[in-house]
C-alpha cells in the first residue's frame, strides 16, 4: 500500500495536519505526519488538493430494511400504526429479498463515506447465503419475545452461525428490541451473555411518547395495543422505560440506548451515574414528529452521544451528513467538533475501540475516506459534512473498497 499524501489529514477534529501524509501497512495505520521519509520501495499516492479522513460511523441501522423505503409513508407520524404496518410488511419479504435489501443498504452507506456500521439483524437467515461485505458492519442479533416465535429451520441455522461468529460481519452484541417486545427474562438472558461473552447490549428506549406514556402512566395507544398482543408485558411498575429497565437491572454498563426521545429529569441521573451511550436519529425521529430531541441536555451533562440513521422504514437516506443537516437545524449551538465527534470518536468509544476507530493515528485501522476538493483554504470538517460531495476513494481495513478513477 503507497504513502496517501494530501492537503488536509484530518486525524481528529482537534488535530489536522496541512498537508499531511498516512502510512499504511497491511490493515493497520502505521505512521502519521505533515511530511514522510519514503522508502525506496514504497509508492506516493499524491491526492493533491483533497482531504483524507477517518470514516463515518453509522451507530445504528437496521440494513435487512432498506427496501422498504417509502413502504410506510402513510404511517408518518403515527408509531403504533408504524409498528403494525412494519409487522405486515415484513411477512411479504423473503430471506433472499433480505439478503438483497441488506446489500443495498451497504451500497448506500459506503457512498456517503460510512466505513463502519452498527448494524441490528432481525433477520439472520440471510447468514445462509454467501456475500461479500466490504464495510466494517459490528452486528446486534435482534431478540423479540412477546409472540411465539417461528423457529424454522433456516432461521434457527442462522441464529448458530451469529453465535459461532461464522458471519461476514463481526457478531458485537445481543439487541433485545425493546421493554416493550422483550421480556424482562429475555433482557436478562442478554445481560448475562453479553457479559460473559464481553458483546454489548443494544436496545430501543423511550423512542415514542406513546412508549413513554406506556410505562409512566400505564396506558395510551401503545398500551392498548401491547394488551391485546400479551397482556402479561402489562405487569410492571409504572416508572419511565429506562428506569424500568434500569431498576430491574436488565441492561449492563456499556449499553447502547436506541433514541431515548422522551426523558425525565431521573432518567438523566440515571444516565449520569452509568457508562451507557445514547444513540440519536434525527431523522428518524423527523419522520415521527416526536418533540425535540434533548441534544443539550445529554451534551452538558457529559453523556456519549453518538448519531444512527435507523432504518429506510423511517428514513429515506442511509448518508449520516444528511443526519448532520437535519439535527444541526434544531440544534445550531453545537459546534462542528461536536457534530463530528458524534461521527468518529464517540461510537468508537461507545464499543470500547477508541484509538482503533473514527481517527488517524498510528495503530488505528486503516479505514479512511479521500474527498477531492477545489479550494486548500477551506474549513475541513464543515466541507465534508454540510457539502453533498461524493467520496473519491474509499479504504476499509486497508482494501481500497470504492475508487472514482482507476490508480
Not at 409498528?83 to 439478503?99: E, N, P
Not at 400505564?218 to 410492571?236: A, D, H, R, T, V
Not at 452509568?274 to 451533562?301: E, I, M, Q
Not at 453518538?306 to 453545537?334: C, F
Request: hydrophobic share 40%; proline share 5%; charged share 20%.
Amino acid at each position: 500500500m503507497p504513502i496517501l499524501k494530501a492537503s488536509h489529514v484530518i486525524c481528529r477534529p482537534d488535530l489536522i495536519l496541512t498537508p499531511g501524509c498516512v502510512r499504511i501497512e497491511g490493515n493497520k495505520i502505521i505512521e502519521v505526519s505533515r511530511s514522510l521519509e519514503v522508502n525506496p520501495k514504497e509508492k506516493v499516492l499524491d491526492l493533491g488538493s483533497a482531504i483524507i479522513s477517518p470514516g463515518l460511523i453509522n451507530a445504528h441501522c437496521h440494513l435487512e430494511y432498506t427496501l422498504f423505503d417509502g413502504r410506510l409513508n402513510s404511517f408518518q407520524g403515527s408509531f403504533v400504526e408504524w409498528i403494525k404496518g412494519i409487522v405486515q410488511l415484513k411477512k411479504t419479504f423473503s430471506a433472499r429479498d433480505y439478503l438483497n435489501s441488506f446489500k443495498t443498504g451497504m451500497k448506500l452507506a459506503l457512498e456517503s463515506a460510512t466505513t463502519c456500521l452498527f448494524d441490528v439483524l432481525s433477520m439472520p437467515e440471510i447468514l445462509l447465503f454467501n456475500f461479500h461485505v466490504p464495510l466494517r458492519i459490528f452486528s446486534f442479533l435482534e431478540l423479540i419475545d412477546i409472540s411465539k416465535p417461528i423457529w424454522t429451520d433456516e432461521r434457527l441455522a442462522g441464529f448458530l452461525l451469529f453465535f459461532q461468529g461464522r458471519s461476514p460481519f463481526t457478531p458485537l452484541g445481543l439487541s433485545p428490541h425493546s421493554p416493550y417486545t422483550a421480556s424482562e427474562d429475555l433482557y436478562s438472558l442478554t445481560r448475562a451473555w453479553c457479559t460473559k461473552e464481553k458483546g454489548f447490549v443494544m436496545t430501543h428506549v423511550a423512542e415514542s411518547f406513546e412508549e413513554y406514556q406506556m410505562f409512566k402512566e400505564k396506558k395510551g395507544m401503545l398500551f392498548e395495543f401491547i394488551s391485546q398482543l400479551n397482556p402479561q408485558f402489562l405487569n410492571f411498575t409504572a416508572s419511565s422505560p429506562l428506569r424500568y429497565l434500569a431498576e430491574k437491572d436488565l441492561i449492563g454498563p456499556n449499553s447502547l440506548l436506541i433514541h431515548l426521545n422522551y426523558l425525565d429529569q431521573s432518567d438523566y441521573k440515571l444516565l449520569e451515574e452509568n457508562t451507557w451511550s445514547v444513540v440519536y436519529c434525527p431523522k428518524s425521529h423527523a419522520f415521527f414528529g416526536h418533540d425535540p430531541f434533548p441534544l443539550a441536555d445529554l451534551l452538558t451533562r457529559k453523556i456519549n452521544v453518538l448519531l444512527g440513521t435507523d432504518s429506510l422504514a423511517s428514513n429515506d437516506s442511509l448518508d449520516m451528513r444528511k443526519e448532520i443537516w437535519v439535527a444541526h437545524r434544531s440544534n445550531p449551538s453545537v459546534s462542528i467538533v461536536e457534530w463530528w465527534k458524534m461521527l468518529t470518536l464517540n461510537p468508537a468509544k461507545a464499543i470500547g475501540m477508541e484509538g482503533k476507530l473514527g481517527e488517524i493515528k498510528a495503530g488505528a485501522y486503516a479505514d479512511l475516506v479521500i474527498t477531492l476538493i477545489d479550494s486548500a483554504s477551506l474549513n475541513p470538517l464543515e466541507f465534508l459534512l454540510f457539502e453533498d460531495k461524493k467520496p473519491f476513494m474509499i479504504m476499509v481495513d486497508g482494501n481500497i473498497v470504492h475508487c472514482s478513477e482507476t490508480l
